[in-house]
C-alpha cells in the first residue's frame, strides 16, 4: 500500500500506532472496492460511535461492484457506500470528480443571509478588511461585528491587535462564523486564544492504536493558549448549521471562553481530524481518523448547540434586520 498522507489541518503529535496495512489488493474495481472498505473498516474513528455495521454494508455493496462498466460508475457507487458515513469530512478523490456528503447541512435552516450583513445596518460597502475579516462598527458604534468566512485565511496578531484597537470604545464584539465550512485548526485555536486569560484545558483527542473499530489512545488534552493580545469585554460567536470542522472546533473552545457567549444555531459539527489513503487506481479516500471532544469529554463530531438559540425571522428579513445579529446586540447590551 502507498503511505498515508495527514491533511494539513494543524500540527498534532500522533501516537505509535500498532495499526497495520491492509493487505494489497489488486487494481480492479474489486480490489479497489476491497481496498477502500478495508481503510475504513480499520482507520475511520466513527464506526462504534454513530452505529454502523460496516460488515453489513460490504454484503450490500460488494455484488453491485461486478455491475459496474466505467469509472464514473465506480466513483458514484464508491461515494454512495462512503455516504452510509453520514461524515463531512469523508471523501472520495479522483481525476474528474471527487465524492462529497452534504446532507449534514442541506436539511436544515440556513440562518444566514449575506445581503443582510452588507446592508447598511452591518457592515455596509464601507466596512474594513483584515485578515480574512471583513469589521466594521455597528449599533451606533456600540458594537464591534466581525465576519470571519474562511479558517484557511491567515491572520496575524497584528491584525487583531489594529480591529480590538479599533473597537476600543465598544461594549462588546461580535464574531460571525456563519457559513464557515472550516480550514485550520490553527487558526481556531490562535482566534480563541485572544479570548482566554489563562491557558485553558478546552477539549480532548484521541488516536487510533489498532485496526478494532475502538481501538484508541487515552484521551490527550487540547489546550487552548492565552494570547498576549486580549480582549476583556463579552463576545458572542455568531454559528449556525454550516460552521462545520475548523469552525466547530473554534465553537468549543470559546464555550470555555469566560466572556463568550454562543448564538444562533447548532454547529454542522465535523470533530474528526481527517487523514488520507491512496488506493491502487490512485484515487484519495479522505476520512476522520481521530475523534475530537469537549471539556467534558462530550463527541463534537454530530454538532454544538448554541448556548441562546435564535433562527432568522422572515419578517425581520424582510425588513433588512439579521435576527441572529440583533440578538447578540441585546445580550451585549444588557
Not at 118 to 144: C, E, P, Q, T, V
Not at 199 to 209: A, C, P
Request: net charge negative; with cysteine; proline share 4%.
Amino acid at each position: 500500500m502507498k503511505k498515508h498522507v495527514i491533511i494539513l489541518l494543524f500540527a498534532v503529535v500522533l501516537l505509535p500506532s500498532c495499526m497495520n496495512e491492509p493487505a494489497m489488493q489488486p487494481n480492479t474495481y474489486q480490489g479497489n472496492f476491497e481496498a477502500l472498505w478495508q481503510i475504513i473498516d480499520t482507520k475511520y474513528c466513527y464506526l462504534d460511535y454513530k452505529h454502523i455495521n460496516w460488515d453489513s454494508i460490504h454484503t450490500a455493496y460488494k455484488p453491485r461492484v461486478d455491475t459496474i462498466k466505467n469509472e464514473y460508475a465506480f466513483l458514484d457507487l464508491m461515494g454512495s457506500m462512503l455516504f452510509e458515513l453520514k461524515d463531512g469530512h469523508v471523501n472520495l478523490f479522483s481525476d474528474f470528480n471527487e465524492t462529497r456528503y452534504w446532507k449534514w447541512f442541506q436539511d436544515y435552516p440556513a440562518n444566514f443571509s449575506s445581503s443582510l450583513i452588507y446592508n447598511s445596518r452591518y457592515l455596509g460597502d464601507n466596512y474594513l478588511i483584515a485578515g480574512g475579516f471583513r469589521y466594521a462598527k455597528i449599533d451606533n458604534g456600540h458594537i464591534g461585528y466581525m465576519y470571519y468566512e474562511d479558517f484557511m485565511n491567515a491572520f496575524s496578531d497584528s491584525n487583531i491587535a489594529y480591529m480590538m484597537k479599533y473597537f476600543d470604545q465598544c461594549k462588546g464584539l461580535i464574531i460571525d462564523v456563519r457559513d464557515n465550512g472550516g480550514g485550520s485548526l490553527d487558526y481556531s485555536k490562535q482566534l480563541a486564544s485572544y479570548f482566554f486569560k489563562v491557558e485553558t484545558v478546552t477539549g480532548y483527542m484521541r488516536h487510533k492504536t489498532g485496526d478494532g473499530h475502538s481501538d484508541f489512545s487515552s484521551p490527550v488534552e487540547i489546550r487552548t493558549p492565552a494570547s498576549k493580545i486580549q480582549w476583556q469585554r463579552p463576545v458572542v460567536v455568531l454559528t449556525n448549521r454550516m460552521s462545520f470542522s475548523a469552525t466547530n472546533d473554534f465553537v468549543n473552545r470559546m464555550k470555555q471562553s469566560p466572556l463568550g457567549i454562543i448564538v444562533g444555531d447548532k454547529t454542522g459539527g465535523g470533530g474528526g481530524l481527517p487523514l488520507s489513503s491512496e488506493l491502487q487506481n490512485g484515487w484519495l479516500v479522505r476520512f476522520s481518523s481521530s475523534p475530537m471532544y469537549n471539556a467534558d469529554m462530550q463527541s463534537t463530531e454530530w454538532v454544538i448547540d448554541p448556548d441562546v438559540k435564535v433562527s432568522l425571522n422572515a419578517t425581520d428579513e424582510a425588513n433588512g434586520y439579521d435576527t441572529i445579529i440583533e440578538k447578540a446586540i441585546k445580550l451585549i447590551i444588557q
